[in-house]
Every structure is written in C-alpha cells, then in structure tokens.
C-alpha cells in the first residue's frame, strides 16, 4: 500500500486526529513521512521517506503514490487496519512484490499472468487471501482469479470485498465456481475518510 490518510493513521494507534496530525507533523519536519495532497477538499496521503523506512527497519522502498489506484490503495489500508486490530497478521503488496511474492502469488493466465492479492491475513484457519473489488472489471479476468483460487493450496481461502455492481458481478461468477466456504463475499462500505470538522490539522512543512 505504502500510504494512509491522518484519519486512518490515528485509528490504528487508537489515538485521536488532533494527537495523530501533531505527531505527523512532527515526523514530516524531522524528514521521516512526507504528505501528497492530490484532490481538492480531500485528505491527503501520507508516505514513509527513505529515512523514515530506515528508522523504522522496513526494508522497501519509498513508495510513490498512483492516483489510478488510490482509492484501491486506501481501502486495503482500511482493510489491513480492521485485521491487525483483531489480532491477525498481515502482509500487503507491496511486502508480496519486494519479498518472496512466488509464496503467495497465484497463476492466472491469460493476459493476466501471475496475480497477488491486495492482502494476505492469518487467520486460525490458515493464510486467506484479501481482495477488494471497487469497480465492475472484465468478466475473463475474474473469472479466471477466481478459477485460481480454486486451486491455490497456499490459501485457507479468499475473501473478496465488493462495491455496488461489483459485487453483484462477483457473486454471479462464484456461482459458476467450486469455492464453497473458501469464498467469503462481503459488501464494501468504506468509511468517511474526512478528519473531524471540529478539528484544524497540521501538515508537514514541504
């Protein structure tokens, strides 16, 4: 993922927004977190520097932020946030592409190729997938993810997080697939990323 709103940031310390935005401040003009602002009126990102990486003994590299997939980006992060409050592990992506991505990457095929999911989380039951699906995509393409799932002996199961059509499309095509209680499908209600309107934050200088 390798960025996350304050809002995010300060509810997975189980610190306030106020407390969240001074500490980011902070670590902004001591060059170890760096904020993007990319929309009008929405709240902005906030990514690791170099130094900050180093600090934190994350051995990857900065990561840059693709408005193509930001909000893709951010729901994993919310995603990752409510399983690591419940106790569960989790690996992201970007932790898939810079590490031993063949431990958790499933062959697609096609024009796809080798896919990895958005999270992978520990569960009792085993290692599960993570997948969040925003927007209706092309029916060869998810049929052919969930085909390989079928046949991923590293994972318990999947989860797959859908919006709106999205989900409808999903559900329609693990109809067709020998899932059963491998698949969990589960609607996707992203939270209000605004900050509190009660609340001024500060912004990292730069």
């Known amino acids: 993922m390798g960025c996350a709103t304050a809002v995010q940031i300060a509810r997975r310390f ?4 106020s407390r969240a935005s001074r500490r980011l401040y902070q670590l902004g003009n001591a060059g170890l977190v760096r904020l993007e602002r990319l929309f009008f009126g929405r709240p902005g990102a906030y990514l690791a520097t170099a130094d900050g990486l180093a600090v934190a003994g994350v051995d990857l590299p900065p990561a840059e932020i693709d408005v193509r997939v930001l909000r893709r980006q951010l729901g994993a992060v919310e995603l990752a946030i409510d399983a690591e409050l419940a106790g569960q592990a989790v ?7 810079y590490g031993d ?3 958790y990457a499933i062959e697609v095929g096609g024009d ?3 896919h990895i999911p958005d999270l992978v989380v520990q569960r009792d039951t085993g290692q599960w997938a993570i997948e969040l699906e925003l927007t209706e995509t092309r029916r060869e393409r ?7 799932y079928e046949n991923a002996p590293q994972f318990a199961g999947v989860v797959m997080y859908a919006a709106g059509a999205a989900r409808d499309q999903v559900a329609q095509l693990a109809e067709q697939h020998d899932l059963g209680e491998r698949l969990e499908l589960r609607a996707w209600d992203p939270p209000d990323p605004s ?4 609340t001024t934050s500060a912004s990292p200088s730069g």
């Open 142 to 148: 998810l049929e052919s993810v969930l085909r390989a």
């Open 91 to 97: 690996i992201t992506a970007r932790q898939m592409r």
């Open 195 to 198: 900050p509190p309107t009660t």
């Open 112 to 114: 796809v190729g080798r």
């Open 101 to 103: 991505d063949a431990a």
């Open 14 to 17: 189980g610190m306030s927004y």
